[in-house]
T-cell receptor
């Protein structure tokens, strides 16, 4: 089965600074990749997804992610972080031939004023 | 559209008790799933359904039962609650077998004492 690793449990950035959250996946074929955000006490909201085509995908709230097959990565980026971006971020991988979606353990983002 | 709704929001059970977590969606989605979220482990798939009358096991199915008699509803049953089932439970739905863009409910926080 596919799997996801998010190497950073917790990241702190200053407001206005750039952000990159790392995600590495393991899957033998072309994966379907997702980033979700979870604010405290809330459900998960989809930020962006990659199925095929252009490897740089744009999402909501100014986020983007780049699929790099050679590195098995799908890192999330934002050029300038806002205090409201403080949340937990989950990377997930799905497979074409089954409905089993696997999530990473999450990265908690703290934004310093 | 209410989207995906879950009840109750909070529940405390004693070991050995049974209960049903309710999940409903009003988007006419074929695919529905249940996840549990534990600190440091992300979301893990418990059971899923690709349509009314069809269910299958996910990553951590033991101790849970599901059924899907209608497109809208996908209840999760705990047969004999154990402290290890203390968790936050999320229900999700998506529009097709390979849509994969899942919409999440707000979650149910369950404590088993």
């Amino acid at each position: 089965a596919q799997s996801v690793t998010q190497p950073d449990i917790h990241i702190t950035v200053s407001e206005g600074a750039s952000l990159e959250l790392r995600c590495n996946y393991s899957y033998g074929a072309t994966p379907y990749l997702f980033w979700y955000v979870q604010s405290p006490g809330q459900g998960l909201q989809l930020l962006l997804k990659y199925f095929s085509g252009d490897t740089l995908v744009q999402g909501i709230k100014g986020f983007e992610a780049e699929f790099k097959r050679s590195q098995s990565s799908f890192n999330l980026r934002k050029p300038s972080v806002h205090w409201s971006d403080a949340a937990e971020y989950f990377c997930a991988v799905g497979a074409y031939n089954n409905n089993d979606m696997r999530f990473g353990a999450g990265t908690r983002l703290t934004v310093k004023p | 559209n209410a989207g995906v709704t879950q009840t109750p929001k909070f529940q405390v059970l004693k070991t050995g008790q049974s209960m049903t977590l309710q999940c409903a969606q009003d988007m006419n989605h074929e695919y529905m799933s249940w996840y549990r979220q534990d600190p440091g482990m992300g979301l893990r798939l418990i059971h899923y359904s690709v349509g009314a009358g069809i269910t299958d096991q996910g990553e951590v199915p033991n101790g849970y039962n599901v059924s899907r008699s209608t497109t809208e509803d996908f209840p999760l049953r705990l047969l004999s609650a154990a402290p290890s089932q203390t968790s936050v439970y999320f229900c999700a739905s998506s529009g097709g077998r390979r849509s994969y863009e899942q919409y999440f409910g707000p979650g149910t926080r369950l404590t088993v004492t």
